[in-house]
């Protein structure tokens, strides 16, 4: 182990030091040096609270008022030991500070010098100590309220690409860090407190030790031992009271601060520099300073160098303005990476006659929907969805909006901002009035009709939304078709992390060996794809990591791994006890398609384009009932023709699971509910084909 550094060894040696402190007897003249630094510290802590231009630049306040109020009451434990041990050699017999502060400050006079520090105890515990721990007290509980508000305000302005992702970041950690500062800031103000009463009872033991060891062991009596050890006490206690009064105000004032761009000297002369301010407050004290019996030697000077200082401000408020300089003029031969790069994966474009819609300060709830989205789409796939920024694009026709992943147009329609759309879900009768027209997210037919109109419309059976819904369905279901493309080699190492801290061992034995975290993606890409969530990132992991041990294909370990995955790939087609319906295809087709693919030695999987236009159709009209009734179903073939019979039936039916029949449990009952190429199929237009590539 190397030296441990300097900065990091100090603070356990102070520690130590405090207790040395209060355990070790020291000799006063070091005992003045730690006097000497213990005001030196509650000044330098006094100076840094009043140049704060906000409260958390000193966020390390709590813990330094801990620290320097533990050390002051260590330098009370050594000084009363010196002052009771010592108080019959005189003044000086605990160090020349507590002498000063005895003699000098309170003139030698013990009654005086209790008086005085009465005065400062007031001072300090009951007005300054105590304003500031109810202010801290409702500081905390405001900052505590206020955080789901900042962090929702926080998400709003990133989704409409106000702040970037790394700006978005940085204001959540302040927004934790204030909640904490001020939580540790109502904790740490009872330390002030407290200390103000330790100083009491400290004060107390003194004068009592004194009053009875100086009679008792030293042979002084009652009038030479309150003179002697009350003059030490009393020093002692206002060496160690001035120092917690400015650690007290320092407190103080770190609380009561308001987030400015200037410290505290530059806030305050900001707000009293106007000449308003300083006008009435001249004529006032002139009138007190003509009045008989007034000090008018006094008053008046005052009112002259206030009304000076009005004077001034207004000759300082007229002057012209200092012309600002001139923009920096762009070189139109400079091109700017910000020109032609979007670090946005996620973009809404709209037209400029929607942008009500996105515009907050009007009500509008799509951002909020926006962030609904990205939420409940992040619960569903298992990782982070990014950001969505909501971006005016005067390119569009005014009522069109377009949703673009990764710089593709993956959605475009038309909403009417000002009407709702009526959907017919089958259960609709009669007809509305208005613009007909399609839903862009299920294709349902539907009218765009007043707001007036939609009670009526619900009334006959329409499902009636607003057009921001209409937006956001359309977003979270292109989002969610186009999953895979979201996914990127951060956020597979976000799924990392997470797994390191459940399981260490099986995030070992994943990334970087034997798998590097490219490979890693185009795994998790591929099932994403095929409409496998990754919520169960730790059961995918594992049986990546067994597979990876055969190969690095990244096609050959997502084959090999459904097996593995089958239960979750099921459990989003029916229930426990619902048998899962199936479509299969005829044995011959399904050997036909198989001898091809083990001919295709460049593992490109093409289909005979008749032969794959004639299965297409016949899955499609097979699975028309079922949609109709929103039955789910799978595709379930050989393991060989799989990956083909995918990319087949894709375009047609880009929601249907297509699975091999390993992936289906043996526990798992099945009902098959069409067979593709069977001869007795009626309408079946691909058996006489099959019959002739056969013969």
Known sequence: MGRLPLRQAALPVAILLLVVLMVVPIPSALLDVFFVMNITISLAVLMVSLNAQKPLDFSAFPT?????????????????????????????????????FGSFLIGGDYVVGIFVFAILMIINLIVVTKGAGRVSEVSARFTLDALPGKQM????DLNAGLIT???????????ATEADFYGSMDGSSKFVKGDAVAALLILAANVVGGLILGPVSHGLTMAQAAHSYLLLAIGDALVAQLPSLMLSIAAAAIVTRVSSSQDLAGQIGTQFGAARTWTPVAVILALLGVMPGMPHLVILPAAAGAGFMAWRLHKMAMRPAAPEPAPAVPDPAKIGWDEVTDAMQVNLDIGYGLVPLADERRGAPLMG???????????????????????????LAPYTYRIMVGGVCVGEDQVAPEEMLALDTGQAVGTLRGKKAKDPTFGLDATWIAPGDADAATGAGYLVVDPGTVMATHLNHALGSH??????????????????ERSPQLAAA?????????????????????NVPLKEFRRIAAAISVVAQRTQDADDIIEAIRPDLGPLIIGRLCGVREPLRVMTLEGGLESLLGQAMRADPSRRHA???DLGRRIVDALTHAAQPLIAEAKPFALVVQPAIRVAIRKLVRTCLPDTPVMSFFEVPEDKSVEVVAVIGASGQPQNPIQPQLQAMAA
């Open 510 to 530: 994943l990334v970087p060996a034997p798998l590097a975290l490219t490979t890693l993606t185009q795994v998790l890409r591929g099932l994403l794809a095929e």
């Open 607 to 609: 289909i005979e384009p």
């Open 369 to 395: 929907r926006i962030t609904g989205v990205r939420r409940q789409l992040s619960k569903d796939l298992g990782f982070v969805v990014p950001s969505v920024r909501v971006r005016d694009d005067i390119n």
């Open 153 to 156: 305000a926080i998400d709003a």
């Open 483 to 500: 999953s895979a493309e979201l996914l990127g080699p951060d956020e597979v190492q976000s799924l990392l992390d997470g797994l390191k």
């Open 165 to 175: 992702p790394d700006e978005a970041k940085l204001r959540r950690v302040e927004v």
């Open 64 to 100: 330094v008022l801990l620290f320097a109020t533990l050390f002051r009451l260590a330098l009370n434990v050594a000084s009363t030991r010196i002052v009771l041990v010592h108080g019959h050699q005189g003044e000086a017999a605990a160090g020349h500070v507590i002498q000063a």
